[in-house]
């Protein structure tokens, strides 16, 4: 850590499918980017090199040495120990296991780095920089392929004991319910995620049930996509909205039990999902005023995330600043 107040941050982003690498002066602005793929069944050594690759690239490319940064923050899916920089499982990323990521790229960069989950990164973008700035209690949801969570109690990210806090998509919400890939059954995201919705649709067709999404797909159910069963939804299609109001109850439950345990003043909703305002979002917040309790229900705001995909680098380059002034971010 150089301790320069203005000195830049390399933040980096790690998901299933990319990594996103960007520079973040102590503005807080993106000042440049660049995306690669994962490609995570390679490995882990070689998406770490991949990582690293790119941060060498960026940093060459905007006259930056890594001397001259305040240091690494990465934002990475899946269970995190924020205090030993190890990612110690991730469904999205096959293989990694009790992987020590921050000193992996701490001893090849030579620079101090830092490590958070994803949706915790989200939530302190968005609290610093985006939706919830300003605020003080605030949980976000990203809403995708999968559900992660993110908290923040009285202005700072909430971690808990070990970093792992805010895996608000494995909450149970049906014990009967399917079972998810972590082996539970009922979560949040086995029940509400992109990946429930095709699920559900996929075993309705197979069930013989008719849907014009049989004919969008060519009637290969492989096909079939969230945004294939929305846009099904909004052509008037009857399985496509049952199965788009059956993902909204869940998740009507799942923020009310949110709003019932944190009080928040705001959830912020974020991801590929989030735009499915009439169709999952609006279903989901009425149930939120059915079902929380009146003083929580009337105190919080379910807003639309406002950074994006960007959110996580925001994030974790904050992460970085307030690990180097010594504070709880």
Known sequence: MTGQREAPVLAVDIGGTKIMTAIVPADGRVLAKDVSPTLAGEGVPSVVDRLCRAAEKLVKSNNLKFTQLAGIGIACAGAINTGRGMVTVSPNLPGWVDIPLAQMVRERLKVDTFLVNDASAAALGEHRYGAGKGVKHLVLLTLGTGIGGGIIADGRLYLGASGAAGE??????????????????????????????????????????????????????????????????????????????????????????????????????????????????????????????????????????????????????????????????
Do not use: Q, W
């Open 168 to 329: 608000i998509g494995h909450m149970t919400i049906d014990v009967n319910g399917p079972e998810c890939p972590g082996g539970h059954t009922g979560c949040l995201e086995v029940l509400a995620s992109g990946t429930a919705i095709v699920r559900e649709a996929v075993r309705r067709l197979k069930n013989g049930e008719e849907s014009s999404l049989t004919e969008m797909v060519g009637g290969k159910a492989g096909g079939i996509t969230a945004e294939t069963v929305e846009k099904a939804a909004r052509n008037g299609d009857g399985l496509a909205r049952e199965v788009l109001a059956r993902a909204a109850y869940y998740l009507g439950v799942g923020l009310a039990n949110v709003v019932n345990i944190f009080n928040p003043e705001m959830v912020i909703l974020g991801g590929g999902m989030a735009g499915m305002d009439d169709l999952l979002i609006d279903p989901a917040r009425r149930l939120v005023a059915e079902r929380a309790f009146p003083v929580s229900a009337g105190a919080v705001k379910i807003a639309t995330a406002r950074l994006g995909n960007e959110a996580g680098v925001y994030g974790a380059a904050a992460f970085v600043r307030e690990a180097g002034k010594g504070r709880k971010p």
